[in-house]
């Protein structure tokens, strides 16, 4: 999906790999090299020392088919990210869930294709416990769960879910893994990886695929929600949390995004319509001093004490469904997860199975267009952890996307049995 209305520039950590009579281009994180004539290099260092040009007139100059080339290798790269590209996109993961995907492979996407990645992004670093790695937890559990018990000997069998009683294709899956955002904790900054993160947003949106995020922090949805507004200019937000991250103390960490007040400016972005915050519960002593306060009608509540009294009731009864909705879900906001498996946990919250099923009617009454699951600690989660608990909900997303099947049977036999 090129935009040729947009200046690209060439990458400068590209390097040339001459063999005989023909050229190979690599640049970082890229898992696979560019290929052409020794001619190229001279063409692209032409280019280098230009100003940046409009696809329209470097397709025209390279041909339609090169200048393709060069952007899906990140040879050249769209001005506005190439501070962020020009280190790559993506590492790979070394046990993707789903099948792995490069980042030069995203042109292969087609519609609902659901890609997960793992974005590392963290906005504070005072915290007792890091949440920068936790959502590989999250992969591995859902890889686990999605594996053949004879690993990659096996063929694609069949997926059996028993607390819905249905079934699901293996080989229907399509679910891709693009890795873990390359973050570089020398070079790079918050924002840098954010933009990654929102690049590869849009390229999957783009295509009409889903995208499933692993953070991080929640500092992550500004990204995430802002990539969606070019595909999804009307959008609504099921927020999922202990805290509506709407906060501002009147100083100066006010203007800084972070996990605290993401939503702050998420509630300001003409394209999302509605902000459900969901679980949300507790108390805390709210400032006044250089601050006014406000209503503010796109931002809903369903606290956690409503959820626990009288159900979800509210929430589906009020809910829009002629908008797509992103679920952008802060593991706090579930009932009895604690240091270290999130860096900021909260007494109550929501119970499993009652969550589970409100999952199901909101993938089956609503256009899901993408999710993400935040703020989950680095150290081991645990099998009944937040990690486990956020990889079950991926697999239901899966199986509704995918048309599960009712489940017949109840048991396999050996043929020679």
């Known amino acids: 999906m090129l935009d040729l209305g947009h200046c690209y520039l060439i990458n400068p950590q590209r390097r040339y790999h001459r063999e005989a009579e023909r050229l190979r281009v690599s640049v970082p994180h890229c898992q696979k090299s560019l290929q052409g004539s020794v001619a190229l290099a001279g063409v692209l260092d032409q280019l280098a020392s230009e100003s940046p040009q409009r696809g329209h007139d470097l397709a025209s100059r390279l041909t339609p088919a ?38 030069h492979e995203l042109d292969g996407l087609a519609a609902d294709d659901v890609v997960l990645c793992h974005a590392p992004l963290v906005t504070t670093h005072h915290s007792a416990v890091s949440v920068a790695g936790g959502g590989r937890w999250i992969r591995a559990s859902l890889a686990s769960s999605l594996r053949h018990p004879m690993g990659e000997r096996g063929q694609p069998g069949r997926l059996v879910d028993l607390d819905f009683g249905d079934r699901l294709d293996a080989g229907e899956l399509r679910l891709f893994d693009a890795g873990d955002v390359c973050y570089d904790p020398v070079t790079d900054n918050a924002g840098l990886l954010g933009q990654r993160t929102g690049f590869l947003c849009r390229q ?6 889903r995208p499933v995020l692993l953070g991080g922090d929640h500092s992550l ?14 959008l609504g937000i099921l927020q999922f949390d202990a805290h509506p991250d709407l906060y501002a103390v009147g100083a100066d960490c006010d203007r800084t995004i972070n996990h605290a007040n993401v939503f702050d400016r998420v509630r300001r972005m ?47 009864r009020d809910l829009d469904d002629t908008i797509p909705w992103f679920v952008s879900f802060d593991v706090d906001a579930l009932d009895r997860v604690d240091l270290p498996q999130t860096a900021t946990p909260v007494l109550g919250g929501l119970s499993y199975y009652p969550l589970l099923q409100a999952f199901e009617q909101l993938f089956a009454r609503l256009n899901i267009v993408g999710m993400e699951f935040v703020e989950l600690g680095d150290g081991n989660q645990g099998a009944h952890g937040p990690a486990a608990i956020a990889a079950r909900l991926c697999s239901r997303y899966l199986f509704h996307l995918r048309g599960a099947s009712p489940l017949t049977e109840n048991v396999f036999v050996p043929i020679d049995a």
Request: aromatic residues 10%; proline residues 6%; neutral net charge.
């Open 221 to 234: 949805a500004y990204y995430s929600i802002g990539a969606l507004a070019d595909r999804y200019p009307r």
């Open 204 to 209: 999957i949106v783009a295509r009409g695929g």
């Open 270 to 316: 003409p394209h999302v319509d509605t902000i459900w915050q969901i679980g949300i519960r507790d108390m805390f002593h709210q400032p006044l001093e250089r601050l006014v306060a406000q209503h503010d009608a796109k931002l809903r509540a369903l606290s956690a004490m409503e959820i626990a009294v009288k159900g979800y009731d509210r929430l589906f």
């Open 66 to 103: 090169v200048f393709e080339a060069l952007v899906k290798y990140f040879v050249l790269l769209p001005e506005a990210y190439a501070d962020a590209l020009r280190t790559g996109l993506c590492t790979p993961a070394s046990q993707p869930a789903g099948s792995a995907l490069a980042a």
